[in-house]
């Protein structure tokens, strides 16, 4: 099966931290890949620079294309649907709002699976995006990449901060999501990398240090402490 997307030999220097040291890794047409790693090892970074966030050199290869040199429009418009970490909502928009701004080309638009999936995002709809609880943005920030015909997502720790109950109805869209686009995921919960992640890739200063399925590394408990340092 070819790779959806292709990393290699990225490097990202910010300052002077080198915070990306040739990091290199591919993500498979299907399923969750998750990358995991202690914090600050520079998971957000690699999503950042797939997305052209931030300055970087290597090679990010979509669909066997080169996007590396694309300005960060044109790599969305390819097909790529970002959820980040501090979700960006635009608190003085209605979640309607938010959601329309989301819109890429000219549809159609899965207003549907989005309210299907998130009800209270159609119930809430005329309610101020600042104004909504952290899982009701979560909702917002997933929403938006669900509107429209995406080639992949790329999400950054969405359970952060949030109730056990939100955590479980935002693994279950993204398991869900997962079947019709394949997802780049940044997640801490492990219970929930272990429910939904079918990849991974650890990171580890700035360097990948394990590639493989979600499964070996998940039911081997000195290989998960050793590379994630945690039990
Ligand atoms: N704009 C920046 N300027 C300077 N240093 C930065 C910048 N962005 C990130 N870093 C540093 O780069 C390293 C990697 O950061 P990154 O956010 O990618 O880590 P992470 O693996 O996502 O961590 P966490 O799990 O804590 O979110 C960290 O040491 C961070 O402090």
Do not use: C, W
Not at 56 to 74: F, M
Request: hydrophobic share 40%; net charge neutral; charged share 20%.
């Amino acid at each position: 099966m070819k790779p959806l997307l292709e990393v290699a030999d990225l490097h990202v220097r910010i300052g002077t931290s080198h915070i990306l040291q040739g990091v290199a890794f591919t993500v498979a047409p299907q399923g969750v890949t998750a990358v995991l790693g202690r914090n600050g090892a520079g998971k957000t970074t690699t999503l950042k620079a797939v997305l052209g966030l931030v300055p970087k050199t290597g090679t990010v290869r979509l669909d066997g294309q080169d996007i590396t040199g694309l300005p960060t429009h044109l790599i969305i418009r390819r097909g790529l649907g970002y959820a980040p970490e501090d979700r960006n909502v635009f608190a003085g928009l209605t979640v309607t709002e938010n959601l329309r701004l989301a819109e890429r080309g000219r549809g159609p638009h899965r207003y549907d699976q989005v309210y299907e999936m998130f009800p209270e995002l159609k119930q809430r709809g005329a309610q101020r995006a600042g104004t909504l609880s952290g899982g009701q943005q979560q909702m917002v920030a997933i929403g938006r990449t669900l509107l429209n015909d995406n080639r992949m997502l790329l999400v950054d720790e969405p359970t952060k901060g949030l109730a056990p109950r939100i955590v479980t109805e935002v693994a279950d869209v993204l398991e869900r999501a997962s079947h019709d686009v394949p997802i780049l995921l940044v997640e801490q919960n492990l219970a929930l990398v272990r429910r939904i992640a079918d990849h991974v890739v650890v990171i580890e200063q700035g360097s990948v240090v394990h590639t493989g399925d979600a499964d070996s590394l998940l039911t081997d408990p000195e290989l998960t402490r050793d590379l994630l340092g945690v039990a």
